[in-house]
């Protein structure tokens, strides 16, 4: 079985030396820190201690052979298994509550038999996530904390075990780097921070020849979806929205009008994350009416 592991980048790029390099179809294990680098042990820490330079870490990047610019890379979640602790924070100024907090605030929770501990008497099933997952971006260098149509920092709570995510693939092997598992997230993600906990992901990569995608795609075993950022949410709104039209309509053979209606009668349109630079969104139509997104 392939690891990654100790080798992480924090911005996603082609410029990138591959990790690892594995043939198509591979499974890989990513040994992840959480997106503090595991700098946040106890609570009484201080956050100005933290070094913001190290934050949002993603593990790879991994260089699929065969994978070229206007594939998909087809990405199973097999198995997140996760660290024994998670961690939280509360930041002045960060998310949607920001204007209200006065004091920042680091809060361990213990993760057991999967069980996340929030306090004393609440107590939150696990549902592990990665936060963070994307192939190397059209052009630059995008720091892992932002998200866009090569993946990065979606934060959408579907990238779960069993799913599987399709990615955009704009340069040779794809370079997928993933990190920043939850254990635990609401859609939204409003602190800007979920169950933040080191995790050991399983995945599988295969590339899927000239898929040409325009943005990242879902699918799990009750739904398809698509999934879309901008700095403008509506601008994300437009784009997953119009992405699953152009699908539901060559895949059920619908007009426009008709695939419009379907998906305001059937389409549920959720937020991922609403607090990082971009925002991001996504469509969702059930398998009982598209049986396959791509
Ligand atoms: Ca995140
Ligand atoms: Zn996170």
Redesign the pocket.
């Known amino acids: 079985m392939y690891q990654i592991q100790g080798k992480c980048v924090f911005k996603m790029s082609a410029l990138n030396e591959p990790a690892l390099r594995v043939p198509n179809k591979s499974t890989v294990i990513f040994e992840t820190l959480d997106?503090f680098s595991n700098q946040l042990q106890l609570e009484s820490q201080k956050m100005d201690a933290l070094d913001w330079e190290r934050i949002?870490p993603a593990t790879g990047p991994l260089y699929i052979e065969g994978a070229e610019a206007g594939d998909a890379l087809k990405v199973t979640i097999e198995k997140i298994a996760l660290a024994e602790w998670g961690t939280m924070v509360a930041l002045p100024d960060n998310g949607v509550l920001g204007s209200l907090v006065t004091e920042s605030e680091i809060k361990r929770l213990p993760i057991k038999n999967g069980i996340v501990r929030f306090n004393e008497r609440i107590l939150l099933p696990a549902a592990p996530m990665i936060?963070?997952i994307g192939t190397a971006p059209e052009s630059g260098e995008v720091f892992c904390?932002e998200p866009g149509s090569h993946g990065g920092?979606m934060?959408n709570t579907r990238i779960a075990e069993g799913a599987v995510l399709y990615l955009p693939v704009y340069h040779p092997g794809a370079l997928l780097s993933l990190g920043?598992v939850h254990a635990v997230m609401g859609d939204g993600?409003i602190m800007v921070s979920?169950v933040e906990a080191p995790a050991s992901v399983t995945i599988t990569a295969e590339v899927i020849k000239n898929a040409g995608l325009v943005t990242p795609l879902l699918e799990n075993t009750r739904a398809c979806s698509v999934i879309a950022s901008d700095k403008d949410v509506e601008k994300a709104v437009f784009i997953a929205t119009e992405t699953m039209c152009r699908i539901v309509m060559k895949k059920l053979g619908l007009s426009l009008n008709e695939a419009g209606m379907l998906l305001s009668a059937a389409g549920n349109l959720r937020f991922c994350?609403v607090v990082?630079p971009k925002r991001t969104v996504c469509m969702e139509l059930g398998k009982e009416i598209l049986n396959s997104v791509l």
């Open positions: 997106c949002n936060g963070v904390g920092n934060d920043d993600e979920g994350q990082d």
